[in-house]
């Protein structure tokens, strides 16, 4: 009989030690485990239970008798209870027994019903028999619990190395099955994290950011319902700011009273980069009394809820909001690993409320600086407009003055005429720069030859050159080159270089034109051997009323419009104009207009 049981019992931990080895599902070695122990060792009946998150042992495993089953499977006692039993009970290697006249708690859950045997040695109906299931760490992972021997009596010293045996393979199971679910939970918190992470970067509309990462957030944190809060600004009461809640359905909204104990904790937390639990068994967290943490666990019962934890959402030193995450006893309370993914969501959702609440102030900036710039237009146009009228009519007295002169006035009268010219060209050039600066007038486009414009103004404004002795040249232009636009503006953006080019250029130099194309552009390339432009003044040039720096430059009359206005009309005609220039050697601006499909 002893031959066939230890045969038996090898055979039984072969092959659990297989099943083991082989990483198979942790519930099915547990009952092998069960089973070995009851075929192989000699007890009636074993159970196998293991210490949950919530530091509850679980029964998980039972064998040998189907009332035990019925009765313990899936039964709970806290781990309080097994650190009485080990205060009591005797020492048996590994093993730990109470023998039913010593223990100190009452019988609870499944006691047999039999009548133990005479003698010292007679094993009793209320005796405890149980083997820690230890990590390889030593950490505590369950218990190994049996009853009934066959033969009535305490087990002797080699049935308790066997039993020893199977508790170390029980053992090793539950650790790999621990590791197991780690390494799942990793996982889990990874994609949630990744998911949450991708859904706070893609959006830039904080309501949109709130709205979108709170499905991920309930799903890879295993809650069963979260209220996210940000706030707009420093100071702001709890109850404001934007919020939102997950699963939308809920209709338990936290008064504010309760979001402001979350407020409190979330700035506490964000301090100290934790997360606030608030359980029944836990410790209350340090911003919150005792007291205010059963009034949020009572509000939170209303939902089904039991466990809540507080997430700070953040950035750099600042707390700018938080998470409420609620979820049911059963699920069990966060784990470290849940704990730390939460503080990494609430970085990744503070870096983009800030950025969202950036993006905000951008557009609110840009809207208000578009409406600045409207008024600005409306404003130059009303103010041009207004002194066009004034300007023609000093102009027309000033020209009946002159055919009534005397001979040694009509010099007075030029010395008016050419000041009105010079204040009609300036409400002009304002008059056309609040024209290109509205929206509301786009660019009329029509199939344009672009080196007939410039051939044209090249022939208006060589008498201009010659007076100041300037060698006006255009290269022959080697096809016709076709924009898309209106001929008077480009017309007038070829005119404004050139005479620059012109004004700015010594006597007895040159300045060459060029008209080419590119393949997909059209190039007007006016280059001059002039003052040239400093590097500093180069980065200014082309805004409304600049003037260089440069005393040379200077002398020459001016407004300081006309390269604003090339500027404006290259960009309405969606392209752009270039400068390269070195102080002393000349300057060479470049137009450059995209080419249209369409013959001119």
């Known amino acids: 009989m002893a031959t066939e049981r230890a045969s038996a019992s090898l055979h039984h931990l072969h092959r659990l030690m297989c099943e083991v080895n082989a990483d198979h599902d942790p519930e099915s070695v547990l009952r092998l485990v069960a089973d070995g122990v009851v075929d192989g060792v000699g007890?009636?009946?074993?159970?196998?239970?293991?210490?949950?998150?919530?530091?509850?042992?679980?029964?998980?495993?039972?064998?040998?008798?189907?009332?035990?089953?019925?009765?313990?499977?899936?039964?709970?006692?806290?781990?309080?209870?097994?650190?009485?039993?080990?205060?009591?009970a005797e020492t048996w290697g590994t093993l730990r027994f109470v023998a039913a006249e010593a223990a100190s708690l009452p019988a609870t859950g499944w006691v047999p019903e039999v009548d133990p045997l005479d003698g010292p040695d007679a094993w009793q109906p209320e005796d405890l028999l149980f083997a820690p299931l230890c990590a390889s760490t030593g950490e505590l992972l369950g218990v190994l619990s049996v009853d009934l021997p066959e033969d009535g009596r305490r087990p002797g010293r080699d049935q308790r190395e066997l039993l020893e045996m199977y508790a170390v393979q029980a053992g090793i199971a539950l650790d790999n099955a621990r590791k197991h679910r780690q390494l799942e939970e990793q996982v889990r918190l990874a994609d949630g994290v990744r998911s949450v992470h991708h859904a706070a970067t893609s959006l830039l509309e904080l309501g949109h950011v709130i709205d979108t990462c709170l499905a991920p957030i309930v799903a890879g944190l295993r809650?069963?319902?979260?209220?996210?809060?940000?706030?707009?600004?420093?100071?702001?009461?709890?109850?404001?700011?934007?919020?939102?809640?997950?699963?939308?359905?809920?209709?338990?909204?936290?008064?504010?009273?309760?979001?402001?104990?979350?407020?409190?904790?979330?700035?506490?937390?964000?301090?100290?980069?934790?997360?606030?639990?608030?359980?029944?068994?836990?410790?209350?967290?340090?911003?919150?009394?005792?007291?205010?943490?059963?009034?949020?666990?009572?509000?939170?019962?209303?939902?089904?809820?039991?466990?809540v934890a507080v997430v700070p959402v953040g950035a750099g030193s600042d707390c700018l909001g938080y998470m409420v995450l609620s979820r049911r006893l059963e699920d069990g309370p966060w784990t470290d690993l849940e704990e730390a993914a939460g503080l990494e969501i609430g970085r990744d959702l503070g870096r983009a409320v800030l950025h969202a609440r950036l993006f905000e102030r951008e557009q609110r900036l840009v809207a208000e600086l578009g409406e600045l710039d409207a008024y600005k237009s409306e404003l130059l146009a009303t103010v041009s407009h207004e002194l066009?009228?004034?300007?023609?009519?000093?102009?027309?007295y000033v020209e009946l003055l002159e055919d009534d002169s005397a001979p040694g006035q009509a010099h007075e009268y030029r010395a008016i005429r050419r000041n009105v010219g010079r204040m009609t060209r300036l409400v002009d050039d304002l008059l056309l720069l609040s024209r290109l600066a509205n929206p509301a007038q786009p660019v009329r486009g029509e199939p344009v030859d672009l080196g007939g414009i410039v051939r044209v103004v090249v022939d208006d404004m060589s008498v201009q050159a010659s007076q100041r002795q300037i060698d006006l040249h255009l290269a022959p232009?080697?096809?016709?080159?076709?924009?898309?636009?209106?001929?008077?503006?480009?017309?007038?953006?070829?005119?404004?270089?050139?005479?620059?080019?012109?004004?700015?250029?010594?006597p007895g130099s040159r300045v060459h034109v060029t008209v080419r194309s590119d393949g997909a552009t059209g190039l007007v390339e006016v280059r001059d051997q002039g003052l040239g432009i400093s590097v500093a003044d180069q980065a200014e040039l082309f805004g409304e009323f600049f003037r260089s720096a440069d005393p040379l430059a200077?002398?020459?009359?001016?407004?300081g419009l006309g390269l604003s206005i090339v500027k404006r009309i290259a960009e309405r005609h969606r392209g752009r104009v270039d400068v390269a220039s070195e102080l002393g050697r000349g300057s060479t601006f470049t137009l450059a207009l995209p080419l249209t499909t369409q013959s001119c």
């Open 477 to 506: 232009v080697p096809a016709t080159i076709c924009v898309d636009g209106e001929a008077s503006d480009l017309e007038r953006a070829v005119v404004n270089l050139l005479s620059n080019a012109v004004k700015y250029s010594p």
């Open 223 to 307: 809650c069963d319902a979260a209220w996210l809060r940000v706030f707009e600004g420093q100071g702001e009461l709890p109850g404001r700011g934007r919020g939102a809640i997950h699963p939308p359905e809920r209709t338990l909204v936290p008064p504010d009273r309760i979001l402001a104990m979350a407020w409190r904790v979330a700035l506490a937390c964000w301090q100290a980069q934790s997360v606030g639990i608030l359980a029944p068994d836990a410790l209350p967290p340090e911003a919150l009394s005792a007291e205010e943490v059963a009034e949020v666990l009572r509000f939170i019962a209303r939902a089904g809820s039991n466990y």
């Open 43 to 88: 007890f009636g009946v074993a159970a196998i239970s293991y210490l949950r998150p919530d530091r509850m042992l679980e029964v998980v495993a039972v064998s040998g008798s189907s009332q035990a089953s019925d009765q313990l499977l899936g039964r709970r006692r806290p781990l309080a209870e097994l650190d009485e039993e080990f205060a009591v």
């Open 388 to 396: 066009k009228n004034p300007l023609s009519a000093v102009l027309g």
């Open 554 to 559: 200077r002398a020459e009359p001016g407004t």
